[in-house]
């Protein structure tokens, strides 16, 4: 069968114009749009009241938001949809905002530089600027901990995977490297009572897992361990976790932390590294592949790579085997074996 259909251009403009879209949320999370909504539905009259928004585009941009499935309306009403409900109010354990925070407050700006950061090879965040955003972040309690918090939302959803497909029958110790609030140490200790461990980060970062930790009741299996994994060994467990760690890092420093983990692990002891992993033929995983030109905006010398690439580095410093299993969405695990 031949193909009648003459190509259009749509798709090509739908990428292209992607960022309308994008923004649209974006700024709906930043003036709390779904937070207000949880409370109970509102006129665009009402929204623009309690938002300090003008008429002209407003009801154009909530009717945006409805034909993208973020808002429900019904007769003048606006609602959340499902999704956003769950995902997108402040006031909702499962936010997930706190990344769209981050990315409208700081990634919507640098990605503007991309063709820039492409000739140079240059970061451009704030470092462009002479400034140094993480040293700040961490000066800040609270800043940092909405971080921490925008780092759970990334996670979770591998987090759980981990938990369910990973044989932990087999372990009994877990400490999760760059742990940042706790996120993945948490699901693994609330699904398998066996487990303990707990989570290394710069000091920090101590009191806020700490909080984190406890309002789950698992204070009494979970421990912060403080450290810089450049300058201090990492904690001896059973099982290592890296998440998003290694693509902040350019290749040596990536082989320095696998030679660390290697090191710090018991034989037949396992590191699990997940992030965005890129597919072997670099083709299909657009979200990997764009979470490394986030990379370049973003860091001095990281990048993302695929299950093959890790694999590899992971045998150069002496694991035994290794596999790479898909967890949810983009993600997948690379576990390799001393
Ligand atoms: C991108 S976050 C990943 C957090 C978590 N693993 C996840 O996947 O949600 C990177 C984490 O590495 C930590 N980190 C950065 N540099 C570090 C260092 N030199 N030593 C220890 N932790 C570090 C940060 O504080 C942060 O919690």
């Not at 009648?4 to 923004?23: D, M, N, R, V, Y």
Request: with cysteine.
């Amino acid at each position: 069968m031949t193909n009648t259909q003459a190509p259009t251009p749509e798709a090509i403009l739908q990428i292209g114009l992607g960022f309308w879209g994008s923004k649209a949320l974006l700024s709906a999370v930043e003036l709390g749009v779904f937070t207000v909504l949880a409370e109970r539905p509102l006129t665009s009259k009402q929204l623009m009241s309690r938002l300090g928004l003008q008429a002209r585009g407003t009801v154009d941009w909530l009717d945006a938001l409805v034909s993208l499935g973020l808002l429900a309306r019904s007769g003048d009403e606006y609602a959340n949809s499902t999704n956003a409900e769950l995902f997108l109010d402040r006031n909702n354990p499962s936010y997930v905002g706190g990344i769209l925070e981050m990315a409208n407050a700081r990634l919507y700006p640098f990605w503007g530089s991309l063709t820039d950061a492409l000739r140079t090879g240059q970061p451009q965040n704030e470092a462009k600027m002479g400034e140094d955003f993480f040293a700040a972040l961490y000066q800040d309690r609270d800043r940092l901990r909405q971080f921490m918090h925008a780092m759970t939302g990334l996670s979770m959803g591998a987090a759980n995977a981990i938990a369910e497909q990973f044989p932990w029958g087999r372990y009994h110790t877990v400490v999760d490297i760059g742990a940042a609030e706790g996120c993945v140490p948490v699901q693994l200790a609330l699904r398998h009572p066996h487990l303990s461990g707990g989570g290394f980060d710069l000091p920090a970062v101590g009191s806020i897992f700490d909080e984190y930790v406890a309002s789950f009741g698992l204070g009494d299996r979970l421990r912060f361990y403080p450290g810089d994994f450049f300058a201090d060994p990492l904690p001896a467990a059973d099982v290592l976790v890296m998440g998003h760690i290694l693509h902040d890092w350019n290749l040596d420093e990536k082989h320095i932390l696998l030679r660390k983990a290697y090191e710090a692990l018991p034989d037949g002891g396992a590191l699990i590294v997940f992030e965005s992993i890129i597919d072997d033929d670099r083709r299909t995983n657009s979200f990997g592949l764009l979470m490394s030109v986030n990379m370049l905006i973003e860091t001095p010398g990281g990048f993302d790579y695929s299950g093959a690439d890790c694999r590899a580095w992971m045998a150069e410093v002496g694991f035994s085997h290794s596999h790479v299993e898909p967890l949810v969405g983009p993600d997948s695990m690379v576990v390799g074996i001393k």
